[in-house]
């Protein structure tokens, strides 16, 4: 297992530097002479030339590269001049954040989603199924920040149930129960989508499975038919599960942007949109490059995972 | 075609999607002659007017532009924003996509290696990265949208591409001499294009909500232009005071996408032909019982007895009689063997005796099943489940796809007693342990330890006969259990069989195609055609001589018994489909002692009651 779990990070090396290059390039096609994009047209000449010498943009390509990589492996992810700190420190307080609002909403749609398409496999074509069908639909196309608008206005502002945004109260806040009341809302509506996806996905998977040879030889030992269900054939659809919900992941940290910006929450999105209307390249550069590192390395926890539950897999 | 339009509208969820997608179209499409004022007139003494408010059938937004004006011309922009993207990455990526998987080698590598890696971000970050480089904007945002896209597109195409890359007919382009882009136009292009149209079609929803959040985040469309997407951003400062300027542009991109999700779902149904015929349902615990005749009440013959058996399999207006009035029973020590072709029903016969045909598309239809007199098939199924595994239990063929894979070998074992008896962790282990032993498993200690895809062939059938044994059933079942083996193997597993009955009073129903095997093994024989029994009786008898035609054909295949592989596709012909059986004898087209009554009206099983045939004309009177 350790041989496995090494095996994965050594060859995650090759597509973090993929990651790095294709940012370095997209970065690169800035058009005209990109201090002065970044600074404005009413720069001063000097301070174009201390930030393109700032940026090493004075430099090849190639080697402008490698100094970039350089300086993040060793932690320098430059300075942000919009808020005037350091990338790195920004980056952090932002993406303890996000990890909050992201990781809760893929436990949730993890679980209701598996929960939602093993029920909904198990009595097909009963009236659950047909429910959770609905609202799977409904779930996977609508907007997340417009859901996330509708609930605020349902659970914030008519039942004030909840607080309109934020991640905590501004007096007296900061505690969980603070935390968990902010963090509901945003949560559910980024779960929502990937929800009704995995939903999907792990009914298809379930009555795929269900018809297996092995499937039949439970029932043929006499195991009790919720015990094959929700024993046999929900393990072995697990199987096509775990790797979607490593691509869902992706998918609720993309859609974490919207939902920050929806919910005022203090997140490493709402960050990315902010640094590009005011066009700090080098916070996007370093937020971009260590959000999509981070993914990387929760995607190797997806494999790890698959092949614990897998055994034919592992090697 | 039609076929598949009609298909597609047999869907209603579909049809719906195409009508609402359809509207909407038409909404857009003939805006220019509605009668809507300037969506970019504002009037700040209208702000937030209220739907059917004077002159403004949706109310006005915060600048007391019209909202009905602004959102068709919203949903305009961002039809087309959408529409395009897709298309630009179904070219880009198909391009690609075709280039990699035509000249494979080097050039695939590198490009499906750049693909792995714009996989691997987040799509968002990839398009946010790509709008800061080119700066915000509607334009740009189509791009990044375009591009985050791409690898998908890529992907599925350089699969299906490589496939036809190796074919004969682009071989044969080569060889005529024909240039690359000749080939890829001609030859390549043509049969990918319905996949790219299906990936368009399913990804075209998606880009429309992409570039609408982008526009949302304020990234796209800049003021004073305006997609649906940037009408729910400027309404979101408003949101509590005025609702319904950020619910009209929402509603309208939930509509467009799940319009667009349900047609799409509909074509890939229509598509799939496994859900055409069903094959898709959920099975039941048991298989459905139907009989449409009264239950037989004949005094059972031996332990295991089944009457009249009838199975069919209902799919779509189709009924394939599988299973045709059978009539079999074993007695305690006993081994009865069930001889036939593939098809022939012999599976679908053992399967029917504790309910475990697939169910849809199986069900039972008439006949009985007694196990100690008692009619199975009338059990509910909790009664009936307690009789699996613990009173009768199967043995089935390639263990390999019959074991779970992901359970190992002591917890499988350990729970099929355990559904049947409360014991202990403890007394599980041991009692699995005791029937590794049983059946002659070296190492049992480590072997509990294992996954099935770690064992041999030979093994994990002896796995599958302990876990048979776990309960000391009453009966057997045991389809096919040593097809997959080696002659070794096979003769080994044979022989244990053998000592358990003797030992045990097992009452074995042995399936197979082999009468080599059934020589070894089984005291009579019963053999299948068609779905019908067409002779039985003691296997030394009709070993010596058969009476049925094909009895004795199965026969003469067997090169020596006990040894070789046998097969049976030495007899000349095919069985015949069970859903559309000739009247008469069922093997008349394959038998050589055919005459013109054989295909006449039904024939009958018969005989001296221990040794019967069904034949007008058989090889020898029994
Ligand atoms: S009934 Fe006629 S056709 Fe059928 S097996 Fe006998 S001889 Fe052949």
């Known amino acids: 297992m350790a041989g496995y779990i090494l095996k994965r990070l050594l060859s995650a090396i090759p597509v973090m530097l993929g990651i790095t290059v294709i940012v370095f390039l997209i970065m690169a096609m800035i058009p005209g002479d990109p201090a002065t994009a970044i600074l404005g047209s009413y720069a001063t000449p000097e301070n174009v030339e201390k930030l393109n010498r700032d940026l090493g943009l004075d430099k090849p390509l190639v080697q402008r590269y490698f100094i970039w990589l350089g300086n993040m492996l060793t932690g320098d992810f430059g300075r942000s001049f919009s808020l005037n700190r350091p990338v790195l420190d920004e980056i952090a307080e932002r993406f303890s954040a996000t990890l909050i609002l992201a990781g809760t909403a893929f436990v949730l749609c993890s679980i209701l989603g598996i929960l939602a398409g093993a029920i909904s496999a198990a009595r097909q074509y009963s009236l659950a199924d047909k429910a959770i069908t609905f609202v799977v639909l409904i779930g996977i196309s609508v907007p997340s920040f417009f859901l996330g608008m509708m609930m605020i206005l349902l659970f914030a502002v008519n039942l004030r149930w909840l607080p309109v945004s934020g991640m905590y109260a501004i007096y007296g806040g900061g505690d969980l129960p603070d935390l968990i009341a902010h963090l509901a809302m945003p949560a559910l509506a980024l779960a929502a989508v990937a929800t009704g996806v995995i939903a999907r996905l792990s009914r298809s998977a379930m009555l795929e499975v269900l018809r297996q040879d092995y499937i039949r030889t439970a029932r043929a030992k006499g195991v009790p038919e919720r015990r094959v269900v929700y024993g046999h054939a929900l393990r072995a659809a697990m199987v096509s599960v775990i790797p979607v919900l490593g691509i869902q992941a992706g998918f609720v940290l993309s859609g974490a942007v919207y939902i920050e910006m929806v919910f005022q929450w203090p997140g490493v999105g709402r960050m990315l949109v902010d640094a590009i209307l005011k066009r700090d390249i080098l916070l996007v550069q370093g937020g971009v490059v260590f959000v999509s590192a981070c993914y990387v390395l929760f995607n190797i926890a997806v494999d790890v995972a698959q092949s614990l539950l897998d055994p034919r897999i592992r090697t | 075609m039609s076929a598949f339009l009609k298909l597609l509208f047999r869907n209603r969820l579909a049809a719906i999607g195409a009508v609402v997608l359809g509207l909407i179209l038409a909404l857009v499409l003939v805006a220019p002659l509605l009668p809507l004022p300037d969506p970019d007139a504002t009037a700040t003494s209208e702000r937030f007017a209220r739907p059917f408010s004077e002159g403004h059938i949706l109310g006005t937004d915060h600048l007391g532009r019209d909202l009905a004006a602004r959102l068709v011309h919203g949903t305009r922009v961002s039809l087309a924003i959408g529409l395009f993207a897709a298309l630009a990455a179904a070219v880009l990526g198909s391009a690609i996509g075709i280039a990699a998987g035509y000249f494979g080698g080097r050039t695939d590598n590198v490009i499906m290696r750049a693909i792995d890696m714009l996989m691997a971000f987040p799509y968002i970050l990839l398009a946010l990265a790509i709008v800061a480089a080119l700066g915000p904007g509607l334009r740009n945002a189509l791009i990044a949208v375009a591009a985050v896209n791409i690898p998908f597109f890529a992907r599925n195409i350089r699969g299906i591409t490589v496939g036809l890359a190796g074919r004969e007919f682009v071989d044969a382009a080569r060889l005529a001499g024909m240039g690359h882009t000749r080939i890829i136009l001609s030859e390549i292009l043509p049969n990918v294009l319905p996949v790219i149209v299906i990936g368009i079609s399913t990804t075209v929803g998606w880009m429309i909500l992409e570039t609408a959040g982008l526009s949302f985040l304020g990234l796209g469309s800049q003021p004073p232009q305006a997609d649906l997407g940037s009408m729910l951003g400027e309404a979101r400062a408003a949101l509590i005071t005025a609702p319904h300027t950020s619910v009209v542009p929402g509603l309208m991109i939930f509509l467009i996408v799940m319009s667009i999700n349900l047609l799409g779902d509909g074509v890939r149904d229509a598509l799939d032909p496994r859900l055409k015929s069903g094959a898709l349902a959920r099975p039941r615990a048991t298989t459905r019982v139907d009989r449409r005749g009264p239950v037989p009440e004949e005094p059972a013959k031996g332990l295991l007895d089944l009457q009249r058996l009838e199975t069919q399999f209902h799919v779509g207006k189709r009924v394939y009689k599988a299973v045709n009035d059978v009539s079999l029973h ?97 007394e599980a282990r041991a009692r699995a342990l005791e029937l590794l032993r049983a059946v002659r498993i070296p190492n049992p200690e480590s072997r509990l330890g294992n996954y099935p895809h770690e064992m041999s062939g030979g093994m994990r059938q002896r796995i599958g006969i302990a876990m048979a044994l776990a309960n000391d059933p009453e009966v057997l079942i045991a389809d096919e259990p040593t097809t997959a083996l080696d002659v070794t193997v096979q003769a080994q597993i044979l022989a244990l069989l053998d000592e358990l009955r003797r030992e045990r009073g097992l009452a ?115």
Request: charged content about 25%; some cysteine; hydrophobic content about 40%.
């Open chain 2, 330 to 426: 074993v007695k305690p020590g006993e081994c009865l063997g069930l001889i036939g072709e593939s098809g022939s029903g012999k599976s679908v016969t053992a399967l029917s005796v504790m309910g475990l045909v697939a169910s849809p598309p199986g069900a039972i239809t008439g006949g009985a099943v007694r196990h100690d007199g008692e009619d199975l098939l009338s059990l509910p199924y909790d009664a009936l489940r307690r009789r699996r595994g613990e009173k009768v239990a199967y043995i089935f063929q390639d263990p390999l796809a019959t074991l779970h894979p992901l359970y190992r070998i002591g917890e499988q074992m350990a729970e099929a007693i355990r559904v049947h008896h409360r014991i202990s962790d403890r």
């Open chain 2, 508 to 622: 074995i129903l042995f399936i197979t195609h082999d009468f080599g095997v059934v020589a070894q093994l089984c005291d009579r024989v019963a053999v299948m055609y068609a779905g019908r029994i067409v002779e039985q009786g003691p296997t030394e008898e009709i070993l010596a001589r058969p009476a049925h035609p094909y009895t004795a054909r199965l026969i003469a295949c067997v090169p020596e018994l006990g040894e070789g592989k046998r097969e049976l596709a030495a007899i000349p012909g095919l069985p015949p489909v069970v859903d559309s059986l000739p009247p008469g004898c069922a093997f008349a087209p394959r038998c050589d002692k055919a005459q013109e009554d054989c295909r006449k009206g039904a024939i009958d099983l018969a005989g001296t009651g221990t040794h019967d045939v069904r034949c007008l004309h058989p090889e020898v009177t029994p």
